[in-house]
């Protein structure tokens, strides 16, 4: 009973009753051993438990990474490629590779600019693909030559000049859309860089993939397991990478 002010720490050691009208206040740490971290600054008791606690800023939020189209700059020492409507990835298989190589199916002729994948792809070096577009059907397979070595494949929707955040509406919705409609799997120890300013629709097969997803928007109807494995990029908060 009363209104008794403890000024340093305190310590229960068994049982603490606080009765109906009363008030205890307690300046310091008080500790509960029986409760792991139950420790506080300023304790104020008036029938129930209450208890101040310090603030905590919110963590900063990372601004989604704006991958422009290829320039030579950005990509030093890999290999760049403007793809025919009758090679890959327009059309035909994925050639054997000596260098890192970029397909800038955007800078190709109108047909080749909405790119289509299915079937195996076997990586022997690393490989990116720039396109307005990409649609991942029937059945796409992911691996590496090599067991040894963990080539990667990049996949990027670039985002539109002039656009300050994600684009919504047909942009997000129809434009700048990769679509995932069949069976996509990645096997260990290739891993896959998935990129659009737009949406990402996984829909009509179950994804198993080692790498990343990077989009404004996800929507997926199907199993989806990833094993997160980090693709440097350049301009995505990576290096160049190398080999």
Known sequence: VGTPTVSGNAQIVEKLTIETGSKVT???NLTVPTVSGATSTTLVVTGTNSRTKPSVAAP???AFPKLPDYNATTWTG???VTPGTNSFPCNGSLPSLSNPTIFQATAADDKCRDVSLNGTIT???DVTIFADSFDLGGNLTVKSSDPNKSYSLRLIVPWPTGEKECPV???KDKD???KMHGNVVVDKPAAVFVY???KVEIDGGNVEMRGQIVACEIDHNNVVAIEYVPVKTPG???TTPTP
């Open 26 to 28: 307690i300046n310091g």
């Open 60 to 62: 900063p939020i990372a």
């Open 78 to 80: 890999w290999t760049q």
């Open 123 to 125: 990586l022997s070096n």
């Open 169 to 171: 509406g047909d942009k």
């Open 176 to 178: 700048y859309v990769i």
């Open 196 to 198: 659009t300013p737009g």
């Open 236 to 238: 995505a908060g990576g």
